[in-house]
């Protein structure tokens, strides 16, 4: 079965701390794709958070999180992960792993496969 | 780029059809256009790519056009399963942003 599941990760941390969220990968070739991180904050609409190629090579990240978070895969894990550092109130979201259309070298920057997304409270 | 999606809700009865509204704050190519379904509890699924181009097994009551700064998405005849909150997304530039949803709800 083609499917994204964000891990463990997800909670409430106090803000100015770290965490990191997982989400595994199955029923594709994981390697092959690019992936993303979004969110979304409770009851709000969608951000973009961060893109990494499919061999890890490539990064971008929204302003809003650029310095803080950092996205990176273990294609032999078939693992996606976001490390969040010095996380703020405006952070707390649902965090949704979410793959690329395009394929290898073909970044599509939209999204044909959605995890269930991970609840990342940030209050103290 | 600024997408700004109306009406906020649209409150309509099923067998209806829905026009849905996406407005660009500058022109963005149609190539770079998608819109997503998302129903409650649940994460967004993909619609409509490309302005016109229909996702994997999305069914053909759902259409999309528009070019420059005003696209569209159509539902022809809505469905028990339509009711749920859409967005538009533009990938054209850097960053990619998304509209802020219209909710389709059941009058």
């Known amino acids: 079965q083609v499917q994204l599941l964000e891990e463990s990760g997800g909670g409430i941390v106090q803000p100015g701390r770290s965490l990191r969220v997982s989400c595994a990968a199955s029923g594709f070739t994981f390697s092959s794709y690019a992936m993303h991180w979004v969110r979304q904050a409770p009851g709000k609409g969608l951000e973009w958070v961060a893109i990494i190629s499919y061999d890890g090579n490539n990064r971008y990240y929204a302003d809003s999180v650029k310095g803080r978070f950092t996205i990176s895969r273990d294609n032999s894990k078939n693992t996606l992960y976001l490390q969040m550092n010095s996380l703020r109130a405006e952070d707390t979201a649902v965090f949704y792993c979410v793959r690329d259309r395009g394929i290898t070298g073909s970044w599509k920057w939209y999204f044909d496969l959605w995890g269930r997304g991970t609840l990342v409270t940030v209050s103290a | 780029i600024v997408l700004t999606q109306s009406p906020g809700t649209l409150s309509l009865s099923p067998g209806e059809g829905a026009t849905l509204s996406c407005r660009a704050s500058?022109?963005?190519?149609?190539?770079?256009l998608a819109w997503y379904q998302q129903r409650p509890g649940q994460p967004p699924k993909l619609l409509i790519y490309?302005?016109?181009s229909r996702a994997t097994d999305i069914p053909d009551r759902f259409s999309g056009s528009g070019s420059r700064t005003g696209f569209t998405l159509t539902i022809s005849r809505l469905e028990p399963e339509d009711f749920a909150v859409y967005y538009c997304?533009?990938?054209?530039?850097?960053?990619?942003?998304f509209g802020g949803g219209t909710k389709v709800e059941i009058k």
């Open positions: 490309g302005t016109s």
């Open positions: 997304q533009q990938y054209a530039t850097s960053p990619l942003t």
């Open positions: 500058q022109p963005i190519s149609s190539s770079y």
